[in-house]
């Protein structure tokens, strides 16, 4: 049965960093699509990162795009989301993801089989 596991939220100050690790099970993470969402109260879930399988090709949103970095380490199976220069608005529960089946590019649309159980980061200003 594949389990994601993310850790690594909590609160921080505006501007500052956190980085968000997902540990995968049953799955081999650099076999698949990955990404991290994310989810604000009362708000749609939203892509905020992907990682291809292979080469590695990294996808953004807009909104973190130059703040946040998305990597895998293929010998630990696990995701990482490296978030600086955080904002308020970053606020929200962080999910990981894997194994896209969408038809949407880039991926970072919810159809995604798998799903961790998330993390929350609040960040204050």
């Known amino acids: 049965q594949v389990q994601l596991v993310e850790s690594g939220g909590g609160s921080v100050q505006a501007g500052g960093s956190l980085r968000l690790t997902c540990a995968a099970s049953?799955?081999?993470?650099?076999?698949?699509?990955m990404a991290w969402f994310r989810q604000a109260p009362g708000k749609e879930r939203e892509g905020v990162a992907a990682?291809?399988?292979?080469?590695?090709?990294?996808f953004y949103a807009d909104s973190v795009s130059g703040r946040f970095t998305i990597s895998r380490d293929n010998a630990l199976n696990t995701l990482y989301l490296q978030m600086n220069s955080l904002k308020p608005e970053d606020t929200a529960m962080y999910y990981c993801?894997?194994?896209?089946?969408?038809?949407?590019?880039?991926?970072?649309?919810?159809?995604?089989?798998?799903w961790g159980q998330g993390t929350q980061v609040t960040v204050s200003s």
């Open positions: 993801a894997a194994d896209f089946r969408g038809s949407s590019w880039p991926p970072l649309t919810v159809e995604y089989n798998y």
């Open positions: 049953e799955l081999t993470s650099s076999m698949y699509f």
């Open positions: 990682i291809s399988p292979g080469s590695g090709r990294t």
